[in-house]
């Protein structure tokens, strides 16, 4: 490499992407790729020792049209390559020092309302296994990876309860990334149902091997086992999203329910929880959050027309305590 090259804001990215990509899910990696290719390009032919703040600033201008939350993921993978430079000490300090992250646009949720959901659970869809998964993660808060992700083993009719110990992303086996996210969840009485049902649909089929990547990025634990939702057409765990997430929109529109994504099961769980008045320590350990911050901030929505009648209930508290006053002696 020619002593000029290795200056080269693209030779310190890729050489920075090919050390530390062996410590991030496959996810991770493959979202990498095309935004590094995005930044590369940009900044790619200038010696990295020339890249000042302004360049960054001009970075996040010439790439307005793109959404404040995909800006930030190119400014952490930006912040990463300088990093990466200062400590083989090519530069002394990074220009992206200072520069802050964009405010982001909350994170939509618009879940399923009760009507919805009695739709959506009387509609047929395509896939059977679909409608079954996006159904029980609306009652369990389930997401769609982990729905994906689950064995016929997974599942403890006696204790009426289901293990969370795997997800799938991108066709790929992994752990949960945090404590909250293994867990084992309580089942109601109708998703133990949509579970009971599913499994006369599966019944027959065989088991499949597939390997999990543990939280060391390193080591693959292989597992056999029959898989829960199944493409019902190969009887194998779903390769694709987008033959789910075609399956799903069919459905919809078949249930005249208006368009979300899948991920909105997981929101109603939550709203319909609160509204519901289950305590939010439990719906937080069903969703696999170690705070309760995540659910005020981003996993609930108020839904006027599934909410109680509030007016009522206080008018109904306060006569009580009207009808406990002792009646004035005459």
């Known amino acids: 490499m020619k002593c000029r090259d290795k200056f080269l804001f693209r030779t310190v990215a890729e050489t920075m992407f090919e050390l530390e990509k062996g410590t991030y899910a496959n996810s991770t990696i493959k979202a990498w790729r095309s935004k590094l290719k995005r930044i590369v390009t940009f900044f790619g032919e200038l010696d990295i020792r020339d890249i000042v703040r302004s360049c960054i600033l001009r970075y996040l201008h010439a790439h307005n049209d793109l959404t404040n939350k995909t800006l930030n993921e190119d400014l952490t993978l930006i912040r990463k390559v300088f990093t990466f430079a200062v400590g083989d000490r090519l530069i002394t300090q990074s220009p992206v020092d200072g520069i802050h992250n964009l405010q982001n646009a909350p994170i939509s949720c618009n879940p399923f309302t009760l009507n919805d959901i009695t739709r959506l659970t009387h509609q047929a869809a395509a896939c059977s296994s679909v409608k079954n998964g996006v159904l029980l993660a609306c009652h369990t808060g389930l997401r769609k990876s982990e729905w994906l992700a689950l064995v016929v083993d997974d599942y403890d009719p006696v204790k009426r309860e289901l293990k969370v110990e795997r997800a799938c992303v ?73 033959a789910i997430d075609r399956t799903f929109k069919s459905w919809l529109v078949a249930a005249n329910v ?8 997981r929101h109603t769980f939550a709203s319909q929880a609160i509204l519901s008045g289950a305590n939010l320590y439990w719906i937080k350990s069903q969703l696999g959050h170690n705070t309760l911050d995540m659910l005020y901030k981003h996993y609930s929505q108020w839904i006027e027309e599934d909410a109680k009648d509030y007016p009522n209930l206080i008018d109904l508290h306060f006569q009580k305590a009207a009808n406990s006053v002792d009646k004035p002696i005459l």
Not at 201 to 206: N, S, V, W
Not at 258 to 265: E, I, P, T, V
């Open 170 to 242: 991108v066709n790929h086996f992994k752990r949960p990334k945090t404590t909250g996210s293994k867990r084992r969840i309580q089942l109601s009485k109708t998703a133990q149902k949509i579970i009971e049902n599913q499994l006369s649909l599966i019944f027959g089929l065989a088991d499949q091997e597939i390997h999990i990547t543990e939280n060391d990025q390193k080591t693959r634990t292989k597992l056999t086992a029959k898989p829960l939702f199944p493409n019902l057409d190969t009887g194998k765990f779903y390769q694709k999203d987008k």
């Open 258 to 265: 208006a368009h979300r994504g899948a991920s909105q099961a």
